[in-house]
């Protein structure tokens, strides 16, 4: 038996959650419910953990699929000529069909894939420390920084004169370039007095499909949420800070 699985918009997904996935890992989880596509996944050193989801139709019950490649699987629908797609789910393959256009693309096993053990539903009762939220014109020119401090590997945050700053460079490295900006002109909650620093390799990673983004922080357990919503579909990344 198969069910029909509903892409209204095939571009949106293949940018907003396709890309995303692929950018942390080869391999991903898709839970499926009559109304929502989620994906919890994590990064190969388990320094970001993403959740996504997003907006579909299904017909069947709710249940998992195992994605073994996630860029071939985004190539496939990029080669169908029509934006809304309609897939069929059998048993360890999806399928397609319209007549012009036909593919079968097989599925793990249940149980190969392991997801990582983020309760995304306790983030909501998380009280953080510092929020903000960024604009994509800023968080580029900060990382256009990025030129000049080639052998640097952290990005800072902290807080100056009721402002937020990102700094990309290594506080524990003499003579290493540095180079900071204003990403935030306001701030909700404490301010960062103690710079908080994560490793701007895996900030690289992030894909930004809105021009704002959310930062949330929470000093006791280490971490910095960015949120990233647009339309139908919400990115959280949860990342680990480093040890000053």
Same mark, same amino acid.
């Given at each position: 038996?198969?069910?029909?699985?509903?892409?209204?918009?095939?571009? =949106?997904?293949?940018?907003?959650?396709?890309?995303?996935?692929?950018?942390?890992?080869?391999?991903?989880? *898709? /839970? &499926?419910? %009559? #109304?929502?596509?989620?994906?919890?996944?994590?990064?190969?050193?388990?320094?970001?953990?993403?959740?996504?989801?997003?907006?579909?139709?299904?017909?069947?019950?709710?249940?998992?699929?195992?994605?073994? =490649?996630?860029?071939?699987?985004?190539?496939?629908?990029?080669?169908?000529?029509?934006?809304?797609?309609? *897939? /069929? &789910?059998? %048993? #360890?393959?999806?399928?397609?069909?319209?007549?012009?256009?036909?593919?079968?693309?097989?599925?793990?096993?249940?149980?190969?894939?392991?997801?990582?053990?983020?309760?995304?539903?306790?983030?909501?009762?998380?009280?953080?420390?510092?929020?903000?939220?960024?604009?994509?014109?800023?968080?580029?020119?900060?990382?256009?920084?990025?030129?000049?401090?080639?052998?640097?590997?952290?990005?800072?945050?902290?807080?100056?004169?009721?402002?937020?700053?990102?700094?990309?460079?290594?506080?524990?490295?003499?003579?290493?370039?540095?180079?900071?900006?204003?990403?935030?002109?306001?701030?909700?909650?404490?301010?960062?007095?103690?710079?908080?620093?994560?490793?701007?390799?895996?900030?690289?990673?992030?894909?930004?499909?809105?021009?704002?983004?959310?930062?949330?922080?929470?000093?006791?357990?280490?971490?910095?949420?960015?949120?990233?919503?647009?339309?139908?579909?919400?990115?959280?990344?949860?990342?680990?800070?480093?040890?000053?």
């Amino acid at each position: 038996m198969s069910n029909n699985f509903i892409i209204k918009n095939k571009k =949106d997904f293949i940018n907003g959650i396709l890309t995303p996935i692929s950018n942390l890992s080869d391999t991903c989880i *898709l /839970k &499926l419910n %009559s #109304n929502k596509l989620s994906s919890t996944l994590a990064s190969t050193d388990a320094t970001i953990v993403l959740n996504c989801f997003t907006a579909i139709e299904y017909d069947g019950e709710e249940t998992v699929i195992n994605i073994p =490649d996630v860029k071939k699987f985004s190539r496939l629908l990029q080669c169908l000529p029509k934006n809304e797609v309609t *897939l /069929k &789910l059998g %048993s #360890n393959v999806i399928t397609y069909n319209d007549g012009d256009y036909k593919f079968s693309f097989y599925l793990l096993e249940d149980g190969i894939l392991k997801q990582p053990s983020l309760n995304v539903d306790k983030l909501k009762d998380i009280n953080f420390d510092t929020t903000f939220t960024v604009s994509d014109k800023k968080l580029s020119a900060l990382l256009k920084g990025s030129m000049f401090t080639t052998e640097s590997s952290k990005l800072y945050f902290y807080c100056e004169g009721g402002k937020v700053f990102g700094e990309l460079g290594d506080r524990n490295k003499h003579n290493c370039n540095q180079f900071s900006c204003e990403i935030a002109n306001q701030f909700n909650g404490n301010s960062i007095d103690k710079a908080i620093p994560i490793s701007y390799d895996s900030f690289k990673l992030l894909v930004f499909t809105n021009p704002e983004i959310i930062f949330s922080i929470n000093n006791e357990l280490g971490i910095v949420v960015c949120k990233i919503s647009k339309e139908n579909t919400t990115l959280i990344y949860v990342i680990s800070s480093l040890i000053n």
